[in-house]
């Protein structure tokens, strides 16, 4: 079956008007630092707090009694070794010319970046550096309040961001913008992360359009490497708490051979779980476990034994006794901490085995796992075993089917369904299957018995948890790709803007797969086609077109024996054109674009409403390729023909072809505008607009984008008949719209929105407000320096008009040496912009 075109670029429109910028939408929160105060009106994504001084040391007692305790890297209970490198560059970082900065910190769990970021945070600190932790709203042990008190004259500022990767993309924007008004304060982002995949390239891409901070990333490996480096490590832990745990001898014991040996003994964590594993069984006088496995057992065995002595206690028991507390550590561990009522859903839908009321066992695990000390809003019980690994291997050990010798509870099998699988999405959903996730990357059992079953009766939930978990699940080494084809039959074959990079990666991930082993060249054709679709939508142009190329050679081969596969090929060349153009590589995109018709045109001759779609489709291709070369007249036939055929379609059948015809109609009014027929134009475009409105409301995730664009060029055509007044909503709308869309993709959505910026200004300045104007032209033009670093081709051209109409609002504001350098940019860019006419209104085509 032929693939629907993609979506062309939107084109922005080339004006000596100029434009305003709509300011960044209110966040809802009081921000001081430097000498200025920013006050936002709705509520804040995120919650900020002071960074937490080191946990106090638990007692000799405690430690016994919990020795998880002494793991957490909030404790710090171990002094910081090794990471000379990663400190050394982490200092020339901060101190670095840039005023803002980003960097992402990521790597496997237990690789010690909580401990490395503990660690900057204190030495920073101790330089004259205010160091805050960034929690999401989500998080219910977020604080409810923050007195920033000290930020008053603060002028450098770390802030920390801790599972970054779970944060939605626009979230952590809106607190790098908040974090940016200081205009004298120096200021670093630290992010730490597991992944780094999918979503921090959107996210760097955004930071670097919407805010021009520079940002990289940093792997953290293993700190130590060679088996010495190991011991010594294991060493410094085993010491530290023999110490605290009073075993005078402790720093006797021999570290195991096996455990320098093993490679995983070089990350921070899992030494210190050796270590302390070694000491507590040397006070047992039991044999000192090795091996990771055996390990983890050891010390989540301590864990049963403390569950049970608060059970048997004579002063104030727990009526939860160690069967029950471990089904509900299990939920913990899945869900993360939450607010009281949502922790007794959780352990009602996962169905702990007791007849206490679950209200009871969230107070006795609470007694085990205190929230932490400064509560939020929502007080966070149910908190998670940590360090993470561990509560990781707790649940994997925990659920049988493992060789190890640990009695796995044969509650746990279908827990995981229980807790997600219901009708409705939970809000612990997202975390869940994050945890369960990273828990099946490194315990094959738990993916064959828990995790595949789920998401197989269960596809949607993946994508209910977000692209996040869905880049994650497709990445996993060795993952089931039966699981993922099943992921992938429940995507919709329309664009979603919040799902669109991670698609690509599933999408990569099978066709890898697919095109290793299938020989079968239908289907590989297919798989080539597919991918290129996926790549574009999530602004991988590159990519794209290698991928469409290589769809275009296999269906020609095909076609040369069997004419049926004409239809697939000319789906390949459009979609090769539309990449092509997306680089700026318009000359190349006519052929592929105009062969297509020809095809079609063939087909649609006595064919289907299917074969005379298609053809509208093309021509809707073929005119955008068209106008992009400076031929208008002939751009125009082909849309209004293209328009002809879908009118008549959608008249039999309305819903089927209505969302195509708004694409004809809105392309017909690129072609009339081109020409100068505005009042035809603004019919063309109203109309596109009336069905696109209707057709967000039944899908926005579908339609957003259509409606931006449509929006955009209707106001333009407002103001090409003189009623600027009308076309103001309608443009701030648009810029609304294409800013909200730029947030989920930035690669494939900050050249629409640079285009709507400067559509506004047409508007504005004609209005007079030309303060606002040169905020705005500023704005487009910073968008369109980055769209053009990284696609020169596509970009130079509408950065050489954003430029021109930047000089023009500097102008109305009296700074005429600032407008003299923005238009003498503007003209070395483009030398013939001054020649050219009022151009092209946004294009689109399907």
Known sequence: ?????????????????????????????????????????????????????????????????????????????????????????????????????????????????????????????????????????????????????????????LVIVDYAERWDSTDLLRLLADLGRPADATVRLLLLARPAGTWWQTLAHRIDADLEWPSDSRALGPVEESPAGRTRLVEVARDRFAALLNIPDGHLIEVPAATAAHDEYGQVLAAHMAALAAVLAHDQRAPVPEGPVAVSTFLLNRERVHWQALHDRVDGPLATNPDVMGQAVYAATLTGGLPHHDAVAALQRIGVET??????????HALCYPPPAERGAGVAVLQPLYPDRLGEDFIALTTPGHPYDHPGDPWAEGAADRLLAPEGTPRWTRPALTVLIETARRWPHVADTQLYPLLRAHPELVLQAGGAALTSLATMPGVDLSLLETIEARLSHERDVDLDPAIAALTVRLAEHHLARVKNPVERARTFAKLGTRLTNAGLYHDAVEADRRAVDAYRRLAEHNPAALVELSGALGNLGIALARLGRHAEALAPSQEAVRIDRRSAAGGSRRDRDYLAASLNNVGNRLSELGHPVEALKAAQESVQIRRRLAKAEPDAY????????????????????????????????????????????????????????????LSEVGRHAEALPIVQEAVQVRRELAESNPAVFTSGLAGSLDHLAVVLGTLGRHEECRVAAAEAVRLYRVVADANPGAAQRHLAAALFNLGTALRSVGKSDEAAEATGEALRLYPTLATVGPGMIQQSSV
């Open 658 to 717: 209505r969302a195509v015809l708004a694409s004809s109609l809105d392309n017909l009014a690129n072609r009339r505008s081109a020409l100068g027929e505005h009042e035809k134009a603004l019919e063309a475009t109203e109309e596109a607009v009336s069905l696109y409105r209707q057709l967000t409301a039944e899908s926005r995730a579908v339609h957003q984008g259509d409606l931006g664009i449509a929006l955009d060029n209707l106001g333009v055509c």
């Open 355 to 364: 007849s206490q009321h679950p209200g009871q066992i969230v107070k006795d």
């Open 1 to 157: 079956m032929r693939r629907r075109a993609v979506k062309s670029a939107a084109e922005p429109r080339e004006s000596s008007s100029v434009v305003q910028h709509a300011s960044v939408g209110p966040f809802g929160t009081i921000l001081q630092a430097g000498r200025d105060m920013v006050v936002y009106e709705a509520e804040a994504p995120y919650r900020l707090s002071w960074w937490p001084k080191p946990a106090g040391v638990p007692s000799a007692e405690q430690a016994r009694a919990q020795p998880s305790r002494l793991l957490r890297a909030s404790t710090a209970v171990v002094p910081f070794t090794g990471r000379g490198d990663e400190l050394a560059e982490l200092r020339a970082w901060r101190d670095g010319p840039a005023p803002r900065a980003v960097r992402l910190v990521h790597g496997v769990g237990g690789q010690g970046k909580s401990r490395l970021a503990g660690h900057v945070a204190e030495t920073w600190k101790g330089d004259g550096w205010q160091v805050l932790a960034a929690h999401h709203r989500r998080d219910p042990a977020a604080p409810a309040t923050f007195e920033p008190e000290g930020l008053r004259t603060a002028n450098r500022l």
